[in-house]
């Protein structure tokens, strides 16, 4: 059978069908339509301030009643319920789409022009930060087999320093798999995966590391933060196998599959599994 695990913040199986899949529920992220400041203010004073027996201890402009942050510093900027940016810790958000965007997906990870997902209309409320981290499902890992299930270590992606460019937008992942042929005999081949990411005015998104981003994430090492109302992902997915005729080349994977000379399956993905994905964070 062919098994093609795409997380987008839930996961999308794209061997026929979409479905959620995250048990994590988040404490964080207030994803209102609410200015900054209870009043519209940029914080309070920090002054304690009372009238009529209701009082806004910190000065935040957000009642005592109201404020789940107390002791908010003078002047910061607070959401709806009284808190400023230095007193959240970044969630993982557990809906999708999140923040009542449009979400789009075309293409392939393992065809010619890989696979292209487009993120708009994101309505930010007073989040002060959303974040979309890589790989970051601890049940379904990130990798790619051409012979069964990636169900060894070196089938998983690894970051590769060497052919990424963070500030740039450009992050890249490598491993090792095997493709099982016909005669049972299996072949060696080397992976890579390739992820753009750039704003909706084609302006490349630096990716940074989740420690640079300030996300505790539940298993992704890196990702962006997205600060406008839109975005737009493409990944290839490729195989470069050292002994085939007329030398080493990268190739997408589905097409150097169709090529090989692979077993019947009654399946045209055959033995492919490959998972990825990004998952949404904000406070």
Not at 94 to 110: D, I
Not at 209 to 228: C, P
Request: contains cysteine; aromatic residues 10%.
């Amino acid at each position: 059978m062919r098994f093609v695990s795409l997380g987008i913040l839930a996961v999308v199986y794209a061997a026929g069908c979409a479905t959620g899949g995250t048990t994590t529920t988040p404490d964080g992220g207030f994803g209102s339509d609410a200015t900054t400041g209870g009043d519209g203010s940029t914080g309070g004073d920090g002054g304690a301030k009372c009238e009529g027996g209701l009082c806004d201890s910190d000065g935040d402009g957000v009642l005592d009643k109201d404020d789940k942050c107390g002791g908010t510093p003078a002047k910061a900027v607070v959401n709806k319920v009284g808190c400023a940016d230095s007193q959240l810790t970044a969630k993982l958000n557990p809906t999708f789409p999140p923040y009542n965007m449009t979400w789009t997906n075309s293409g392939e990870l393992g065809r010619v022009g890989g696979l292209t997902w487009t993120y708009s209309g994101i309505q930010r409320g007073d989040l002060f930060h959303i974040y979309w981290i890589l790989c970051d499902d601890p049940a379904e890992p990130c990798g790619l087999s051409l012979d069964g299930p990636v169900d060894v270590p070196n089938e998983k992606w690894v970051y590769s320093a060497t052919d990424s460019d963070l500030p740039n937008g450009k992050i890249v992942y490598t491993n090792t798999t095997n493709i099982l042929l016909a005669n049972n005999s299996t072949v060696p081949l080397s992976g890579r995966l390739t992820v753009t990411i750039v704003d909706a005015n084609n302006a490349p998104i630096p990716f940074a590391d989740v420690g640079t981003l300030a996300v505790t994430a539940r298993d992704g090492k890196y990702g962006a933060e997205i600060k406008g109302t839109g975005y737009k992902v493409v990944a290839l997915g490729e195989v470069e196998d050292p002994n085939q005729d007329g030398g080493a080349v990268w190739t997408p994977y589905a097409d150097y599959y169709d090529k090989a000379p692979t077993p019947d399956t009654g399946d045209a993905g055959g033995n492919i599994y490959v998972s990825y994905g990004g998952y949404f964070y904000d406070k």
